[in-house]
């Protein structure tokens, strides 16, 4: 176990170190070998082939879909003001990002939000809880009884849900950008996106289309490669985003004083019609909420830890990592040691302030989203619906903190979980 920087950076910064530890194996079966887990010569391709989908030019596309779900986030929250009732609003988040994710990687509607029970929603919910049980129970750790347990038959049938509905979406996209060269038609995306098909695919370029479009050493993704990639970001892209929105509106609610800062930086810029949807230009001059994202993350990582599996036997900074061995870094303590963070306890967004910070910091110091070549490729997609969301919800309530104080006890899974929730509560701003 890694709770040094200096170490730390070592084995992100370097190619050397790039495959994942063990742990990441009982994620196989839902990935396969996308880009979170795939090694050597197939992660670099990949990497390659995936990073130009993430321009920012392409991530302004994303930008409608973070407000639309926006709004029915805020729609449901509404609820709860009128109550006055302390809620967890960890999944309802959880939700709000399912929606946001599975409409820009493929293109669909899964109505998440609306519909909690649908078939695909409860086997993303299914296959997360046994990938975290197979983590930490050490029988069902080893395939052998896990095959033999119950567990196997519920992976089963959760994986056939989720690689069935991806693998339908891949067919009919695929078929309808066929079609469209066949009849050499050149629809304008930008009127595109204001149509929908009768199963909700919508017509704007989602992750889905730009990995059709991309190719391999010269020759197109087959279909398994491209359903690794949606499901991989379906995977990153939910979860890790439900803690950190979470935290996120914890933190504010925490911390009135900072709230009150971010209301009034985005009231700035956005004016005062709530129903104004925020653009990227918009959501990059939110340089405050910036910095609390940053010192939320600091806090409360989205992946608590995160490890390598060494091939050699390899000395770092006098330390001996055996060949085979799982060196595990946690993101987690360091965001929290007073030697890399002055009064780690206290919540200070300014402390990230490059203009006004006295705090000079080592960049592996914090690491929320990795770091080196193997660090989170949709980071900016991911900080992009963080303020998309958390925006749209400063500018319609104020978070209060619950009645009963919270208490910090986590779960420490792939990715940072609350043991009992993140109860908040939620009153109409008037303004």
Known sequence: MIFCCCTLQVLLSSPKYIDKSSEYDFIRPWLGEGLLISRGRKWQTRRKTITPTFH?????????????????????????????????????????????????AMGTKVNAQINSESQYVKAVKEITNLIQLRIYDFVIRYEFFFRLSANRRRQRKALAILHGYTDSVIRARRQ????????????????????????????????????????????????????????????????????????LLLSLAKNPEVQEKVFAEVRNIVGDDRKQPVTMTMLNDMHYLELVIKETLRLYPSVPMFGRKMQQNTEINGKIFPAGSNVIMFPFFLGRDPDYFPNPEKFDPERFNVETSAEKTNPYQYVPFSAGPRNCIGQKFAVAELKSLVSKVVRNFEILPSEEPFEETFIAELILRPERGVPIRVKARVY
């Open 56 to 104: 920012f030019k392409i991530l302004e596309q994303f930008i409608e879909i973070f407000d639309q779900q926006g709004n029915t986030f805020v729609d449901i929250l509404r609820l709860f003001a009128k109550s006055g009732e302390t809620f967890d609003v960890f999944p309802l988040v959880t939700l709000c990002a399912l929606d946001v994710i599975c409409e820009s």
């Open 176 to 247: 309808e950008l066929n079609d469209t060269l066949a009849t050499n038609k050149t629809a304008d995306h930008a009127n595109d996106a204001q149509q929908e098909d009768s199963v909700g695919m919508k017509k704007r370029m989602a992750f889905l289309d730009m990995l059709l479009q991309a190719s391999i050493d010269g020759r197109p993704l087959t279909d398994l490669e491209i359903r690794e990639e949606v499901d991989t970001f379906m995977f990153e892209g939910h979860d890790t985003t439900t803690s950190a929105i979470s935290f």
